[in-house]
């Protein structure tokens, strides 16, 4: 078991580290992004809440703390995603990307993970997207650390980022996962059952 968690780790590592875009310079920083291009804090905070449901407790200090983080986000997803872990896990998802500019796609995700972490998940998800300078640019492997603790109703938000662009899940689902693991998040055009 541990000599196949490091070689799972070995592969999640690398495929990030082969498929991250080289980056051209300094990261966008929030100061340098154009307001009309992005969506502000009470925006989001309506979007979320009309799609998360009127019940996910502490959304409001979760969205506040990501605009703390990242500054202002200039497209977002609704979508639903589902997933389960014994010390290696997988997650699956689906939703509709929506950005500043108006344009509108399907997309879908997957990934898998491995570490301290049990137990499964399932429910809806609101994703906000930063520096996303062209919806293609999303179809790509974004790396993350997660450490959260899943419970009925929870709400929870981790980061992860390839380049410049950040994604920030927020989820609120139906489960239980507790603990800590490392892994990706690989967004596609169309659905895929294959989490690498």
């Not at 898998?112 to 906000?128: E, H, Q, R, T, Y």
């Not at 992860?160 to 055009?189: D, E, K």
């Amino acid at each position: 078991m541990k000599r196949l968690a490091i070689v799972l780790a070995a592969t999640l590592l690398g495929a990030c580290a082969s498929e991250a875009p080289k980056s051209s310079g300094e990261p966008v920083r929030p100061s340098q992004i154009n307001a009309q291009e992005t969506y502000d804090e009470g925006q989001m905070a309506r979007e979320a809440n009309n799609f998360l449901g009127e019940s996910a407790e502490g959304l409001a200090s979760v969205i506040s703390k990501a605009f703390q983080d990242q500054g202002r986000p200039n497209a977002y997803i609704r979508g639903e995603e589902g997933g389960g872990a014994i010390i290696a896990g997988v997650r699956y998802g689906q939703g509709e990307l929506v950005t500043k500019s108006g344009q509108r796609r399907k997309v879908y995700w997957q990934g898998p993970s491995i570490g301290w972490d049990f137990g499964a998940n399932a429910g809806k998800v609101f994703i906000l997207i930063y520096n996303l300078p062209d919806t293609d640019m999303l179809f790509q492997r974004f790396a993350g650390v997660d450490g959260s603790a899943y419970f009925f109703g929870g709400v929870s938000m981790n980061y992860a980022r390839s380049g410049n662009i950040v994604v920030a899940p927020i989820r609120v689902g139906v489960g239980m996962r507790l603990g800590a693991n490392v892994g990706y998040i690989h967004f596609t055009p169309t659905m895929s059952w294959n989490p690498f």
